[in-house]
């Protein structure tokens, strides 16, 4: 079956990095643009980076241009978010999602992977 499994969350200090990873299966992930969003607390799931089916395009939020780096890696069907510089407000469920669309719309969400920017 589909799965998207996050991992490389954590408690992080202020100016600290992380790097998130996604794994992916039950898909063929090269036909799918990848994407990591996030959720802080009390506020909506917003995206946080994009890339293209074999990373030729990528795009970022305002909130984390030069600081987060997104990546994929097609024969390890995962995608990755480079996060340098953390802020606190880079608190967050950071969730992975998949997106395919042709005659009809292929999606899939990952189940979330906790990060926390805190001294």
């Known amino acids: 079956q589909v799965q998207l499994v996050e991992s490389g969350g954590g408690l992080v200090q202020p100016g600290g990095s992380l790097r998130l990873s996604c794994a992916a299966s039950g898909f063929t992930f090269s036909n799918f643009a990848m994407s990591w969003y996030r959720r802080a607390p009390g506020k909506e799931r917003d995206l946080v980076a994009f890339i293209s089916r074999f990373g030729a395009t990528t795009n970022y939020a305002d909130s984390v241009k030069g600081r987060f780096t997104i990546s994929r890696d097609n024969h390890k069907n995962t995608v990755y978010l480079q996060m340098n510089s953390l802020k606190v407000e880079d608190t967050a469920v950071y969730y992975c999602?998949?997106?395919?669309?042709?005659?009809?719309?292929?999606?899939?969400w990952g189940q979330g992977t906790q990060v926390t920017v805190s001294s």
């Open positions: 999602y998949a997106k395919f669309s042709t005659v009809r719309l292929y999606e899939y």
